[in-house]
């Protein structure tokens, strides 16, 4: 009896510390592998592929038609409650861009590196269109993109809603010309019996 109840423990033991291993799987980038109440990347996807295509459907015309446009895309703002890498959002936009085969990416000199990198993170001139059309003319872009990610939440009982709102605006630097694009993702979640 004491032989069944040792080896029935150490089956039960076994299973447990067996059943506790996390076991990771590759899905296809295209797929939502979770699906969050927060910005995941499938969001990413959606907001950045809808709203590129909207850009250049609205803003095609000011493109010149025998070249490809010099633009500079300024690092995505994050204005939502959440921390989110925003490197990815605008390294997805410049490519999304780039593979339109209408525009031809610049960066700026490396002297100008830095002076960028305090606009972005100071959000105020790059994020002023007439100052950043200046800061465009200065790196040598005809064209500029300037974004944001803002988002709201709300509370009901036991339902959270998210709203998240992508905001891109393709300036024409000589004329100062916007055309200004929105996508918007809204989520609801229902909290379970034991709380969120």
């Known amino acids: 009896m004491k032989t069944l109840t040792a080896a029935l423990a150490a089956a039960v033991l076994s299973a447990a510390f067996c059943g506790c291993a996390s076991e990771g799987v590759r899905v296809d980038a295209n797929t939502e592998a979770v699906a969050t109440h927060d910005f995941n990347p499938m969001d990413l996807q959606i ?17 010149p038609p025998d070249r490809k446009a010099r633009l500079y895309v300024a690092k995505v703002r994050n204005l939502t409650n959440e921390i989110i890498t925003m490197d990815l959002i605008t390294e997805r936009v410049a490519t999304q861009m780039d593979d339109t085969g209408k525009v031809r990416l610049v960066t700026p000199p490396k002297d100008m590196a830095d002076v960028m990198r305090a606009l972005d993170t100071q959000s105020s001139a790059a994020y002023d269109p007439t100052s950043a059309a200046r800061v ?6 005809e064209f500029m993109i300037i974004g944001d990610l803002a988002n709201l939440e709300s509370r009901s009982g036991g339902k959270k809603g998210q709203y998240f709102q ?5 300036i024409k630097i000589e004329t100062g010309e916007q055309t200004k694009v929105q996508e918007p993702i809204q989520k609801l979640t229902k909290s379970g019996l034991f709380g969120s």
């Open 47 to 63: 907001l950045t592929d809808k709203t590129v295509s909207k850009l250049m459907k609205r803003g095609a015309d000011l493109f």
């Open 136 to 141: 465009g003319k200065q790196i040598g872009a």
């Open 166 to 170: 992508f905001t891109l605006t393709l």
